[in-house]
């Protein structure tokens, strides 16, 4: 794996990206748009799916970085169980719910993989898939 020098370098954090911008729109449109409990609920799991990438990103170690893209995912499955209420509640229609679940399964086996790969390294103790430069931007607060 190249090393990775920038947050917007990982795929993942793209595609979870894509998926907040989509929740986002949608949330904003038809009957979804009025029940503030369940959009705000959809949204804040599609930015801690985007979030959680960058936090682990951040981190000093591989193994913290894993770590924080389980957390990801996590949210990632949360958006699709948060889409099977707006379905049953008819807030979106199939169309609109295919379109998002799909979306969101092509995200989460990239964070899964990026996940995978990372435990790897670190069993092997390789050194970490991060630039020098991206150890200066150490954060330690959650």
Known sequence: MATI???????AWRKARELVR??????AEGALKKDFGLTDQLRRAAVSSMSNVAE???RKSD????RF???AKGSVVEVQSLLYVALDVHYIDEQEFQRLNQLADETAPL???LTSYLRRRSAKTAPDVRSP???TH???ST
Request: aromatic share 10%; net charge negative.
């Open 5 to 11: 020098r920038h947050i917007e370098d990982i795929q």
């Open 69 to 71: 893209l389980d957390m």
């Open 111 to 113: 964070v899964g993989g």
């Open 63 to 66: 193994k913290d970085f894993a």
């Open 133 to 135: 430069e991206s150890e």
């Open 56 to 58: 682990g990103f951040g």
């Open 22 to 27: 989509e929740i986002y729109k949608t949330c």
């Open 138 to 140: 150490d954060n330690d």
